[in-house]
T-cell receptor, first 106, second 114 residues
Framework: RKEVEQDPGPFNVPEGATVAFNCTYS??????FFWYRQDCRKEPKLLMS???SGNEDGRFTAQLNRASQYISLLIRDSKLSDSATYLC???????FGAGTRLTVKP | NAGVTQTPKFQVLKTGQSMTLQCAQD?????MSWYRQDPGMGLRLIHY???????DQGEVPNGYNVSRSTTEDFPLRLLSAAPSQTSVYFC?????????????FGPGTRLLVL
């Protein structure tokens, strides 16, 4: 089993849709988790941290489920500009998931 | 601030050639790291450094060397290039590399080894 696994997608959704991605991790001792966004042929950029209690930033909500060892990212009211690849990261292991590709269509 | 810069942007090498990928940051970050990104594999850590004079291996260090003589620079050396090293290489830095530190990535170097 990979240490960090993501559904590669692609997820193709219409504008305004709600979409959710999950990311599972194998190391139960992992402590810090992040979501990064990567546009085509660009570098990854931090989207948001994932806190134990869950956290929200505008249309984006991140959650952590330690019992089942996964983190999730929910995007509400999708915009065309949300089209990108979303990478989950388990920071203390420096492990990246392979990414989930999202395409938002008009 | 320029942030994290990488040179060159693109490079084509022949098998057996050596080269150095340059990485520099102007944010006074202690922690710097090198990743490679291959299709379907995500980013994998090659080497990292927690400060000048200190380096350590990551998940895929074979075939690569690093050194950290200054806080600003963290070059990655390919000793004898192989086609398996064809990849996109990203350098990243963070303030202290702790559990909750954001990493800032450079724009990447696309390397093709023939």
């Amino acid at each position: 089993r990979k240490e960090v696994e993501q559904d590669p997608g692609p997820f193709n959704v219409p504008e305004g849709a709600t979409v959710a991605f999950n990311c599972t991790y194998s190391n139960s001792a992992s402590q810090s988790f992040f979501w990064y966004r990567q546009d085509c042929r660009k570098e990854p950029k931090l989207l948001m941290s994932v806190y134990s209690s869950g956290n929200e930033d505008g249309r984006f909500t991140a959650q952590l489920n330690r019992a089942s060892q996964y983190i999730s990212l929910l995007i509400r009211d999708s915009k065309l500009s949300d089209s990108a690849t979303y990478l989950c990261v388990v920071h203390n292991d420096m492990r990246f998931g392979a990414g989930t590709r999202l395409t938002v269509k008009p | 601030n320029a942030g994290v810069t990488q040179t060159p942007k693109f490079q084509v090498l022949k098998t057996g050639q050596s080269m150095t990928l340059q990485c520099a940051q102007d944010m006074n970050h202690e922690y710097m790291s090198w990743y490679r990104q291959d299709p379907g594999m995500g980013l994998r850590l090659i080497h990292y450094s927690v400060g000048a004079g200190i380096t350590d291996q990551g998940e895929v260090p074979n075939g690569y060397n690093v050194s950290r003589s200054t806080t600003e620079d963290f070059p990655l050396r390919l000793l004898s290039a192989a086609p398996s090293q064809t990849s996109v290489y990203f350098c990243a830095s963070s303030y202290a590399g702790g559990f909750w530190e954001t990493q800032y990535f450079g724009p990447g170097t696309r390397l093709l080894v023939l």
